[in-house]
């Protein structure tokens, strides 16, 4: 199946999401991790900080070009 990639949104030749949505988890838990390493309970930075840096970092690349739901009633928004 061909995916199209157009300014990091990957959507497959019948218009579904599936494809950029496991980039965006993806890309999402690799930044996650990242930050969480910074978490170190002797030398971490404190909890307001990791905050600001989640929502900051990873919340905006996971929601970039998120799909709304659909309207059809029998499409499923599920990842396979």
């Not at 990091?8 to 980039?23: A, F, M, N, S, T």
């Not at 930075?45 to 929601?63: C, K, S």
């Amino acid at each position: 199946m061909k995916i199209l990639q157009q300014l990091g949104v990957k959507i497959d030749q019948e218009l579904h999401w599936r494809q950029h949505i496991k980039y965006a988890v993806k890309k999402g838990m690799v930044l996650l991790a990242a930050v969480n390493r910074l978490t170190h309970p002797l030398f971490g930075l404190p909890t307001p900080h990791v905050h600001r840096l989640f929502m900051a970092i990873v919340v905006p690349n996971m929601e970039y070009a998120l799909p709304f739901p659909s309207s059809h009633p029998n499409e499923h928004s599920t990842v396979d």
